[in-house]
């Protein structure tokens, strides 16, 4: 037969160990949930096919900052402004088509040098492979301008060359031999050439009022273009010509919508509040601990009224306490005390008063005995204060149990 549960175990329902489990478990969960959705937007790899660095595809720029990470330079990868950076660096924005003015506004008037690269290739992504792209359509010559603000476009025109030519920096040629497939140059009026073809036509210009360079054709410094050593070779030189280089290169990669989005959890997750939750989550684990321990099981609630004897022996001690008698109650309850006593030793029931506390007190000296029972009813007699009954009600129970000894 099967033993039935007990009513303890019944009512608990599970081990305390489970339930403690179970909370650390969820505490846990919770706290993996927060942090994960604060760093959430600095997890994304970011390799979904686009043009920008953070990219591996054909179109990406994630190869050149492979090599240049690789040659041990300083590159960053940036998800936001970076307007208190230091004016040294080189800036590298890729803005896609349809971009947003104010952002790109922002970064090129920051404290860095700025190459603005222009966009040439329509991609569509490989469902087979995630990150790779196929299909590549040139986009429209208007269109790859639209990237760039008013008063820059106005000026400039971009020209796309035919068959491959060597580019050429400062009369030297370097890329030599390396196919770039439909070359595109830039030419205006308030631009300088910087880098420029076989022609003598610009690649990379300089646009003499605001200090920006741009770059005509992307494939001298895309994924695309690295298939080729004269090409990656051709990148690096072309970079290392533009100011602000030797002190480090920065990729910007918020334009193409990997920012770093500001957040409350995130900021008390990092110094300097970052002690201030350790300490809060310290604080929550002591009342949740406190909690735990302080507190017994759930009492039943009782009934306001008592029912039976005892409803009456309340009210009756309510009522004597009230009226101020406790003290009168000393008497009665030495009598009582030595009727009890006379019933544990057998006494004859036909003995008077005087003769039943006579054999009372015989019996409690020949028990030894501290008190024999006339003096502490006389006291009961005399006592006027609830201390007084107090005081005669443990003299009379230990008179009692010294003639019972201990029985009743």
């Known amino acids: 037969m099967t033993q039935p549960a007990s009513p303890d175990t ?25 942090v994960l959705g604060a760093y959430a937007p600095e997890l994304d790899k970011g390799d979904d096919g686009g043009d920008h660095a953070l990219s591996r595809s054909a179109v990406g720029y994630g190869g050149l900052v492979s090599l240049l990470r690789e040659m041990d330079r300083p590159v960053l990868l940036s998800r936001g402004a970076l307007g208190g950076a230091r004016g040294d660096g080189l ?95 830039l030419s205006g009026e308030g631009w300088t050439p910087v880098v420029v073809d076989a022609r003598g036509e610009a690649v990379v210009a300089l646009h003499e009022s605001s200090g920006v360079h741009v770059l005509a054709d992307p494939d001298l410094l895309n994924t695309r ?13 072309l970079i290392d010509e533009l100011p602000g280089a030797e002190a480090g290169v920065m990729f910007d990669v918020s334009l193409h919508g990997f920012t770093r989005p500001r957040s409350v959890l995130r900021l008390m997750l990092e110094p300097p509040l970052l002690g201030f939750t350790l300490c809060l989550a310290f604080a929550v684990g002591l009342v949740g601990w406190q909690a735990a321990i302080r507190f017994a099981p759930h009492a039943h609630a009782r009934r306001a009224v008592a029912l039976g004897k005892k409803a009456l022996a309340d009210n009756t001690a309510a009522l004597v306490r009230l009226a101020r008698r406790e003290h009168r109650m000393a008497s009665p309850y030495a009598r009582l005390m030595r009727a009890q006593a006379a019933r544990a030793v057998a006494a004859p029931s ?56 201990g029985h009743e």
């Open 225 to 237: 273009g690295m298939d080729d050593p004269r090409k990656a070779r051709a990148a690096m030189a």
């Open 10 to 34: 019944a009512a608990r329902g599970f081990k305390p160990g489970v339930v403690l489990a179970l909370i650390l478990a969820a505490v846990f969960s919770l706290s993996a949930i927060g």
């Open 350 to 405: 036909r003995l008077s008063e005087d003769e039943l506390t006579a054999l009372l007190d015989r019996l409690a000296a020949r028990k030894g005995a501290a008190r024999p029972y006339d003096a502490m009813a006389a006291e009961a007699d005399k006592a006027r204060s609830a201390s007084d009954l107090i005081a005669v009600a443990r003299a009379l129970n230990r008179w009692k149990l010294e003639m019972t000894r």
């Open 91 to 185: 800036l590298v924005l890729t803005p896609p088509l349809g971009r947003e003015e104010e952002a790109l506004d922002r970064l090129l008037y920051g404290p860095s040098q700025v190459l603005v690269v222009l966009p040439k290739w329509n991609a569509q992504g490989d469902p087979a492979r995630r990150g790779w792209v196929r299909g590549l359509d040139e986009v429209e010559i208007a269109d790859s301008l639209s990237v760039l603000p008013d008063y820059m476009r106005d000026t400039l025109a971009l020209a796309r060359r035919e068959g491959t030519s060597d580019i050429r920096l400062e009369g030297r040629a370097i890329a030599e031999g390396a196919p770039v497939e439909g070359l595109r140059t």
